[in-house]
């Protein structure tokens, strides 16, 4: 795409300032923030440095900051030594034994709260069980959970004795685990028997054990941990019990020091080819970003309970639930299920009964829940919250509005955080008792973030509302490291433009008079459905796996509750399925995409053609493919059409 093609549709002027009072209790005060950019923007590699000494402790201290003869594959204080669990920890124990760590709730409404105390003691416990099952340092270990602190715990262990953990949401099919666990070549299996999740059970081992079935030859032992409490298989010298795993074991267990680019975790995402990556994270960096944003964009405080409601199988819940807020010292809620269950008034019974302060939820969520109206949240007490957050996808006005008044009652400023899976951490972000904030903008770069919006030669656009590629032009603590197993895809996905000088984020993005940064959508086939990242080819892949498909493009569509919706346009073996026959063969095709990749992943809408609209040269008119999808009027030339025939079927018109 040219940056021509970016344009904009949306301008949006309102302007929300922080109240005095937010400001005057904040962590991060008007001349903290320029204090903070001034040193970042003098010497940026000594402000990270200083942030790095300041919030963590080091079992050797680092004298090298940042490492780029390797370039792109950036190293940060390479030459020191720590432990991720023992600053998420060990660190708060002489303070804070006694202070809750996690507070959970189960779907069915257990409650349970876990002091740090009992955190140190889980953790070392399993950490002890990983080592008796003969997991040491490096070892990929991947964990397949319910929304439960043991998620938490477990990924905790894994930094504790260094290995490498690799977390696959509850969501994701047997197929797409079994890809995950032969492309980290894991040797364990972390799973539970099964989660409760929109008044249903999610049989995680069920599909663990059928993604093992299929040939998972790296993995020696799978630990399941008993939640749901239904029956399940359990294979003689594989298969244990997490309470018989941990049963005996010492509740102490000395962190390994790891080197600082020891990889902390890897985790799959979606890119524009039909294979997911696995993007891995560095220790002491990712920690780091991880650290600040909770403290400078969450504004975590030690009377705080902060709630993200991202499960732990996406990056939001690793820096913003599982690492970030207890390196921060923070309380944080863990809840396993779903908004809407038993009503969509769950949430903020949620807030009312466990007084949360802080909430961090995507726009999807927000939209949702919006349109149950305001008499569920107006039935809570919500007068603990003082913060609010979306992540995953721009938040449209409308939506923004609604979480200001109706759940923030007009007081919690509202912070808008665009980062990555591969950012690790927060970039862009209102500051919240600093930035004045408009609705649908995520505002400004970090202190120590260097955020561009360029054009295809790689020039600054400095012309206000004008849009481009965003990009960010100087390496940053938490970045990704490389793509696990294939380096040269990393510098081929994230560095292939600009001489390789500049991360390529892959969304573009405009800014407005005040310098404000708008995203405006991904520049590459990455559909955003729910905050989630979905490749369109990794789509593509799961369908024309199927018999009966010969050829699959898949697009999004704009949704009014998810964002995006994916609309697949299928052409089959023999005659096109019409009347039932296509009814049929939508359904199987939607279960097949959700066996193949995840019900997250299926078709809203399948459309059949005798052929796909290409040009003469053979490709795919995937602009065309969009426009049909959206059901707008064809106003470009579909004259270069190989077979303009089609057109009308995908319309549903012939
Ligand atoms: O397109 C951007 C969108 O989500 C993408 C990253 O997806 P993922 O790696 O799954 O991480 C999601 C959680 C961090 C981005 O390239 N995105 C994320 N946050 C925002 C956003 N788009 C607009 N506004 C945001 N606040």
Redesign the pocket.
Known sequence: MSTEDIKSGLIENRLFQPSAEFTAKARIKPDDLKALQKQADEDYEGFWAEQARKYMDWHKPFTQILDDSNAPHFKWFADGEMNVSYNCIDRHLASKADKTAIIFEGEPGDVHHISYQQLHDDVCQFANALKAKGVTKGDRVVIYMPMVPEAVIAMQACARIGAIHSVVFGGFSADSLRDRINDARAVMLITADGGNRGGKIVALKEAADKALDKGCDTIENVIVLKRSGQDVHMQEGRDSWWHDAVAGQNKSCTPEWMNSEHPLFLLY?SGSTGKPKGIQHASAGYLLNAIVTNLWVFDLQDDDIFWCTADVG???GHTYVAYGPLAAGGTIIMFEGAPVIPDAGRFWKMVEQHKVTIFYTAPTAIRALMKYGDSFPNSYDLSSLRLLG??????NPEAWMWYHTVIGKEICPIV???????TGANVLTPIPGVTATKPGS?TLPLPGMAVDIVNEDGESITEPNKGGYLVITKPWPSMARTIWGDDNRYVETYFPKFGGKYYL???SARRDEDGYFW?MG?IDDVL?VS???LGTMEIESALVAHEAVVEAAVVGRPHELKGEAVVAFVICHGDRPVGEAADKMVKELRNWVGEQIGAIAKPDDIRFADGLPKTRSGKIMRRLLRTIAAGEEITSDTSTLENPAVVAQLQGKA
């Open positions: 995402t996406w990056i939001t979306t992540v995953g996808e721009p938040i808008d955080t665009w980062w990555q899976t591969e995520c984020a892959g969304d995203i991904r955003n905050g989630h990242r």
